[in-house]
């Protein structure tokens, strides 16, 4: 009994081996199947949805082909400044975060014991892990006008800093909620730089500074594109932060996009809107295949 | 090799940063003992009178089991697809490569709202109805691009030399893979499927669009936010999960602590 | 004879079957609860206080998914809702959309025992029936309020202009809803009387652009449109504003954590809601929704909610309960002298570009959503 399904499972395997193709097929079948039918699809279909319109009367889709919406888009100030906020605010992200995920993440690779590297990685994700819906609530609590920020700067003597409900609030937050995603990914790749290219630098006669600039930033270069990947696109698309603790000027892509579909019911729009992120993003990954970031993600 | 002023600078950095990052959890905490069902500083008095509420709100209850089953089966089919998706890719070289994994990563790439979107009109329009096994498809398909780039990562750290050593000792494909692959992918695999777990216990923006009446943890938290009277149940049930997850957590940073299987120069 | 008596048979099975016609295919009892029930509410509609007990009763456990929009409403319902949903509290300017779209199905008020002591305005209304077909069950109806901070505005506004001066630049808060436009014209009909503006929701082009110039004018005063109902309790709460416009939801919350204030209904008239539960079209409990309608209509629960929310009841007989919750409520909303109150409201409806007077020129519902999107921005 074992014999004859060993001697199958021989077989079999034989056949597999000798058809790499037929390999290839079988493991790449489920993934691409998945994908083109569902997830490409129904993006296919959304898009589609960018030409076509709303009728104003019936609030029904109608099939008409035409190019309205985008019209719409580039010719209203408001939605051509509600983008330029948008990318402003994913700029402003990635660069905060960057700034300060990286000396933590040279700290977690190179001056940590291992121990304390334990440690410090734990601290990172266990944010993650917790609800970014009530981490980004509790911002409300601490630069509200009563809040905790204004308490401290009052009880400092310090004049109250009226952040809340502003776009510098959509702001520290933003940073806040995604820069784990920007450690790691730094993280991964200052630590696989190996101790050999800090000698030979220090050899050449490089000090510590030129080392950090010729030598680290480059090699670290992927990690921090492909951390930036994170941070700028889910910046992007993200509603949830502005609708907390944004106030009336915080009106970006991704809020315009989710009142056209969950509360306007204006499918056709949203689509329309939404290729703008999608179209930012898909240069920005171009760039960053070009900087190696998919290696490094 | 770094200076030693330089040392202690990034040490005081790195706490700030550590600061920076815990202060709403420790604010989560705090006010998980507030009285008062509607949030100002300072608190007016501590109670603990919302933890039994919430323990005892079969919504909350419903709601956290709904998001690890979600989870666990999410995770379940993103590992199956992702391996799949990653040996492919690694081992084979073939038309479209670039473009697969240019598709699998899309759905992170792309703002959550387009994928939830797009997938409410496909579900809608199919007559589909938006239940529990939407919400697994929508959370399995971003799930997949992390378990690939876990796997792949590790597979190109990985020697060749071992399967061809394997196969010229007599082992047949299956012995390979389960005697010599599978080890050294394992904590791959189960740190990628911890970070997608993760992500989808958490995820609130595809879920919103593709549940039905069923509410998932962060679902619960986003009407609970809402409706501005039961906050500190929220605070209280975060607080649990904070606790709850410490210990998966690290788990997954011993795991993706390089096992160093003969590294690649 | 043997005609006539054909004639009488032949009229007599047309009578019957034109009055089972409006009843066919709706139910005639309530079977068993199936022991769920999903309803899509306005915040502060399911209160534990009245939805325990209904769950202790009928055994029925309720889901809320809430809502802070009938857009938001309709939206969820036509996005795959209808099949999910079995209950939705929508108010008059979502119910005809849910009617037109076919996403709710007619209900039959019989099994609704408390439904003949409605109040006669509140059984049949025009928005939740139609040619004599329920399409839902009324439930409660009140005002969009001008709330205020009682230590920091001085004096007491009396005018909605209030939210339209610089002088609380910085601390006024509106909801996030395209219907506000309605609240701006209501303004403006007796700010401008030149304007004509006879009915908010059924404006020309030229007045709907003068409550859009009013809008813009308004925006930089305005720290945050509020979206959820708990947004402007926190806004109040933590100082962020002193003054807006809003639901006396909000206002009961803020009374209980001891907040300093209060809310009235300026002089220019106020707008607001007169609520219906609607039945999902393809309701997956119908059993428990029913056994909610009949729950939430008697008079005891109408006043329990009437108080906690802020809101006037549709059932005649809640008066005697609101006072015993809380005395003189019943007179502070007006639920003894209900229509002379009601007639000052200008209740939500969805504009359409038919208006009244026959006429096809008035601006349509979609129109005011993409002009409210671009006024913000």
Redesign the interface.
């Known amino acids: 009994m074992a014999a004859g399904s060993s001697r199958a499972r021989r077989s079999l395997g034989g056949v597999l081996w000798r058809r790499p193709k037929l390999r290839a097929l079988l493991l790449l079948a489920p993934p691409v199947a998945w994908f083109a039918l569902i997830y490409l699809a129904a993006l296919v279909v959304l898009f589609i949805n960018a030409f076509w319109q709303l009728n104003p009367l019936t609030s029904q889709v109608e099939h008409i082909w035409n190019v309205g919406n985008f019209t719409t888009i580039l010719h209203s100030s408001s939605y051509r400044s509600i983008a330029f906020r948008t990318v402003g605010i994913a700029a402003a992200t990635t660069v905060t975060d960057v700034v300060l995920a990286f000396p933590f993440a040279y700290y977690m690779a190179r001056v940590a014991s291992p121990r304390k590297r334990a440690v410090l990685f734990v601290m990172v994700l266990l944010p993650l892990w917790s609800s970014y819906l009530v981490r980004v609530y509790a911002w409300r609590q601490i630069l509200d006008h009563d809040g905790i920020l204004n308490w401290s700067l009052q009880k400092v003597g310090l004049p109250a800093a009226n952040i809340g409900y502003t776009n510098t609030a959509v702001w520290i937050v933003f940073s806040y909620v995604w820069l784990p995603f920007m450690i790691l990914p730094v993280y991964a790749s200052l630590e696989r730089i190996p101790e050999s290219m800090f000698e030979a630098s220090a050899d050449l006669g490089a000090r510590a500074w030129g080392t950090l600039r010729r030598v680290v930033l480059p090699l670290a270069l992927p990690g921090i594109v492909a951390g930036s990947i994170f941070t700028f696109s889910l910046t992007l698309g993200d509603y949830i932060t502005p609708i907390l603790v944004g106030g009336a000027g915080s009106q970006f892509i991704g809020y315009v996009v989710y009142q056209s579909v969950g509360i306007s019911n204006n499918i056709p729009f949203a689509a329309a809107f939404a290729s703008v992120p999608l179209v930012i993003m898909a240069i920005y990954l171009l760039v960053a295949r070009k900087l190696g970031a998919f290696e490094a993600l | 090799m770094e200076t030693k002023s330089a040392r202690i600078g990034l040490r005081i950095w790195a706490a700030l940063v550590i600061c920076f990052l815990w202060l709403p959890l420790v604010l989560i905490m705090v006010y998980a003992f507030n009285s008062s069902n509607v949030q100002s500083w300072p608190l007016p008095s501590l109670s603990t009178k919302w933890f039994p509420v919430a323990w005892h709100d079969p919504q909350v209850r419903e709601a956290f089991w709904l998001s690890i089953k979600a989870g666990l089966t999410a995770t379940g089919i993103a590992l199956v697809l992702g391996t799949c998706a990653a040996f492919a890719i690694h081992r084979f070289r073939f038309f479209g490569r670039e473009a697969i994994s240019f598709v699998l990563v899309l759905p992170i790439a792309l703002p959550g709202i387009i994928t939830g979107m797009a997938l409410n009109s496909f579900f809608t329009n199919r007559h589909i109805n938006l239940s529990f096994w939407t919400i697994v498809i929508g959370h399995a398909t971003f799930c997949v691009v992390i378990v690939y780039n876990n796997l792949l990562a590790r597979l190109r750290r990985t020697s060749p030399s071992l399967i061809e050593a394997s196969m010229d000792l007599g082992a047949n494909g299956f012995q390979t893979f389960r005697f010599v692959t599978l080890p050294v992918i394992a904590t791959a695999l189960i740190s990628g499927g911890l970070l997608a777990f993760a992500l989808s216990f958490d995820e609130v923006v595809v879920t919103y669009f593709t549940a039905g009446a069923q509410n998932t943890l962060p679902l619960l938290i986003f009407g609970l936010i809402r409706e501005g009277q039961q906050l500190p149940e929220v605070n209280v049930i975060v607080f649990a999960v904070i606790l709850m997850t410490a210990i998966p957590v690290a788990l997954a940073q011993r795991l993706t602590r390089d096992t160093g299987v003969l590294r690649r120069r | 004879m043997k005609r006539v008596i054909v004639a009488l048979a032949a009229i007599a099975a047309l009578a019957v079957q034109a009055a089972s016609a409006g009843t066919s295919g709706l139910p005639t009892s309530i079977g068993k609860g199936e022991g769920k029930l999903?309803v899509i509410a306005w915040?502060?509609y399911t209160?534990p206080e009245w939805v325990k007990p209904f769950e202790q009763q009928t055994g029925c456990?309720v889901?809320?998914?809430?809502a802070?929009?009938s857009?938001?409403m309709?939206?969820?319902m036509?996005?795959?809702?209808d099949?999910?949903?079995d209950l939705v509290s929508a108010s008059g300017d979502a119910s005809l959309?849910l009617i037109y779209?076919k996403l709710v199905q007619p209900v039959n008020v019989k099994l609704v025992p408390s439904w003949k002591q409605f109040n006669a305005a509140f059984k049949s209304p025009p928005n939740n029936t139609i040619n004599g077909v329920h399409y839902g069950i009324s439930l409660q109806w009140g005002p969009n309020t001008l709330l205020y901070n009682t230590k920091l505005v001085k004096p007491a506004p009396t005018s909605w202009a209030a939210i339209y001066s610089p002088k609380y630049k910085g601390k006024i808060t509106v909801p996030d809803n395209?219907i506000q436009i309605a609240d701006a014209a209501l303004y403006l009909s007796k700010s401008q009387p030149s304007l004509g503006i006879t009915d908010p929701y059924e404006l020309t082009q030229a007045q709907f652009n003068a409550a859009i110039g009013l809008l813009k004018q308004q925006?930089p005063l305005?720290?945050?449109?509020w979206?959820?109902?708990?947004d402007e309790?926190?806004?109040f709460?933590?100082?962020?504003a002193v003054i807006g416009a809003s639901w006396p939801y909000q206002l009961s919350?803020?009374e209980?954590?001891h907040?300093p204030v209060t809310d009235t209904i300026p002089k220019e008239g106020a707008t607001g809601w007169l609520d219906t539960w609607m039945l999902s079209a393809k309701a997956p409990h119908p059993n428990c929704a029913y056994k909610w309608l009949s729950y939430i209509s008697t008079p005891k629960v109408q006043a329990e909610q009437a108080v906690s929310y802020g809101e006037t009841p549709v059932n005649s007989k809640a008066c005697p309960y609101m006072n015993k919750l809380s005395k003189g409520s019943c007179a502070q909303y007006h639920a003894n002298a209900p229509i002379a109150y009601y007639k000052q409201i200008k209740f939500w409806k969805t504009p359409?570009?038919t208006c009244d007077n026959g006429k096809n020129d008035c601006v349509?519902?979609?129109?005011w959503?993409?002009a409210w999107?671009?006024?913000?921005?």
């Open positions: 999903n915040e502060g209160q456990q889901n809320f998914k809430y802070g929009s857009d938001e309709v939206a969820l036509s996005q795959g809702g099949s999910q949903y959309r779209s395209p925006r305005i720290v945050k449109y979206a959820l109902a708990s309790i926190d806004l709460k933590n100082g962020d919350t803020l209980a954590a907040a359409l570009a349509p519902y979609p129109q959503q993409q999107t671009q006024m913000k921005g």
